[in-house]
């Protein structure tokens, strides 16, 4: 006879095998945002060495200082998400333990050693430290743990258990997420410099120089990372109908997949249309003023749910081998 | 040679009565979800028509399985606290205290030994019944099963003796993890394997 209580939900084996993981959104946050924090530093600190004349003394500190806020504070809202992911997060501090074997463990390890880097460069900007040899040193220092911190997160991934993830699509969709979501921070942060009123440090050849070379480079090196990033979601698409993951024959490429795949590559190609209508008002008249950074920061955002709607593909693609 | 404790598993006996998962979830207090002990029943086949009647070429088997204390752990190697560790005679531990709950080990293990424990926000998994082997005492499990299919000992003694095999199908490649596990497996395993046979009980266990 029914009793009319409600039965406890049981753990079933797709909890364990083919789901997105528990607090997806924060695993995502932190990736997204580190992977902005470490594009947009390696972007700045480029811009910084080669164009360290161009910029003026005046000019170059104010990059400096705001490209560097802008890493940290990507990357301290990074490690507050991470946070989120763990589940008795009191025994966070155990996580640099495993240095020798766990991917988790290296990437704590550069992630920390990044922010560190990053903190120390922007402390020294607001203090306005010019010391030239020490600053080498640490941008070195940042450069070597972000790009390793972006491997680390991508060999995490590449489990041997998880067939669908343990490809070279892994590291080519994280190192394009960097390179193309990095450079087009750094290109909307040097515009919202442009459209700012408060930016008066900003002379008029730093802006003429800036709208003419600076922006259209950044924005042409992201149109160009964009062909490479559809072209690996291509192949990682093409992997996911191929690989025979469960054993059974079954493709992983089922209709949920494919509209977020379909997403993906709508908002990449929506923010390459905005790249390239950005890029045109450029060449027609100079934006000394930041009068077209509608444009730009649009593709961002484009760009940034192309993302999202990656890396959800990403997390539901996760099937297990075996039991 | 380093000591390895390794389970036994006779497939060929096993009736599938899960004695040996109530006895795991009875002894160490587990909530419902949690199984460190699984029966996985494993089915394939097909009927033949022939005018009127049905011939049945239909197979079952099951597999108990639990954590199987791998010689080369991967949820050890991955775990960034440090919480998983291999004992001297080669039981696999979970040190909860310092488990901080990130789940890692659950995606890498390929035989679904690591299990998250909602209450205590960190990993669980079988630990062999590492009080009962200390004492001298069997791993409950073995203890509860009334066919005797399951016994546990030293692998290299299992391997001789019971000439186990810990590559049936559906468990993965043993290469992976090189399990600690020598199972006799059942007359219809090698066919299971040909027809990619699947497992009837997927939301159970």
Redesign the interface.
């Known amino acids: 006879m029914p009793t009319g209580r409600k039965r406890?939900?049981?753990?079933?084996?797709?909890d364990?095998?083919s789901n997105v993981?528990?607090n997806a959104w924060s695993l995502l946050v932190f990736t997204l945002l580190s992977q902005i924090s470490v594009g947009a530093f390696c972007v700045a600190e480029i811009l910084n060495f080669s164009h360290s004349q161009e910029f003026g003394k005046k000019g170059l500190h104010f990059f400096r200082l705001y490209s560097r806020l802008f890493v940290l504070a990507s990357a301290v809202l990074a490690g507050i998400s991470a946070i989120f992911?763990?589940?008795?997060?009191v025994?966070?501090y155990?996580?640099?333990?495993?240095f020798r074997?766990?991917?988790?463990?290296k990437e704590?390890v550069f992630f920390l050693l990044f922010m560190f880097c990053v903190a120390l460069l922007a402390s020294m900007s607001w203090q306005k430290i010019d010391r030239k040899h020490i600053q080498q040193v640490f941008v070195m220092a940042g450069l070597l743990c972000g790009i390793a911190l972006v491997y680390s997160m991508a060999k995490?991934y590449m489990?041997?258990?998880?067939p669908t993830w343990d490809a070279w699509t892994t590291p080519g969709l994280f190192s394009t997420a960097v390179l193309i979501l990095g450079s087009l921070a750094v290109a909307c942060m040097c515009q919202a410099l442009l459209g700012s009123t408060k930016s008066s440090f900003l002379t008029e050849k730093i802006r003429d120089r800036w709208s003419r070379k600076t922006l259209p480079a950044l924005v042409k090196v992201v149109m160009f990372f964009l062909v490479i990033g559809i072209l690996i979601s291509g192949f990682f698409a093409y992997r996911l109908m191929t690989v025979d993951a469960a054993?059974?024959?079954a493709s992983m490429m089922g209709p949920g997949k494919q509209i977020l795949l379909f997403f993906r590559i709508f908002f990449f190609i929506l923010g390459w249309i905005f790249l390239v209508f950005y890029l045109k008002k450029l060449r027609i008249e100079e934006d000394i003023q930041g009068k077209f950074r509608g444009l730009l920061y649009s593709a961002f955002i484009f760009l940034a749910f192309a993302e999202i709607s990656g890396r959800y593909l990403f997390y539901v693609s996760?099937f297990?081998?075996?039991? | 040679m380093t000591k390895q404790l390794a389970f036994y598993f006779d497939s060929s006996r096993c009736s599938g009565c899960k004695a040996c998962q109530m006895a795991c979830k009875d002894k160490h207090d587990l909530e419902?979800?949690?199984n460190w002990r699984?029966v996985?029943e494993i089915c394939g086949g097909h009927w033949e028509n022939q005018g009127s009647a049905w011939t049945p070429h239909v197979f079952a088997y099951n597999l108990s399985?639990a954590c199987n204390h791998c010689a080369k752990p991967?949820c050890?190697?991955?775990?960034?606290?440090?919480?998983i560790t291999k004992r001297k005679d080669g039981i696999v531990l979970i040190d909860t205290?310092?488990?901080?709950?990130?789940?890692?080990c659950?995606?890498?293990?390929?035989?679904?030994a690591l299990?998250?424990d909602k209450t205590?926000?960190?990993m669980t998994k079988c630990h062999f019944c590492y009080d009962s082997i200390d004492n001298g005492k069997p791993p409950a499990c073995v203890s509860a099963c009334p066919q005797r299919a399951l016994d546990f000992g030293e692998l290299s003694e299992l391997k001789k003796n019971c000439h186990g095999t810990d590559s049936v199908h559906?468990?993965?490649?043993p290469t992976?993890t090189e399990p600690a596990i020598a199972i006799t497996p059942h007359k219809d395993a090698d066919r299971a394997k040909k027809e990619?046979a699947?497992?009837a009980n997927?939301?159970?266990?």
């Not at chain 1, 406890?8 to 797709?14: L, V």
């Not at chain 1, 155990?94 to 495993?98: I, L, T, Y």
């Not at chain 1, 489990?159 to 998880?162: D, E, G, K, S």
């Open positions: 406890k939900k049981r753990g079933s084996q797709t364990r095998k993981p528990e992911h763990l589940h008795k997060w025994n966070a155990h996580a640099f333990n495993n074997t766990s991917w988790v463990s704590m995490i489990l041997p258990t998880v054993g059974s024959g996760f297990r081998t075996g039991l | 419902v979800g949690l699984r996985y399985i991967v050890r190697d991955v775990c960034p606290t440090g919480a205290d310092k488990c901080m709950g990130c789940r890692y659950e995606w890498a293990c390929p035989y679904g299990q998250f205590s926000g960190t559906p468990l993965p490649d992976l990619k699947g497992i997927r939301q159970e266990v």
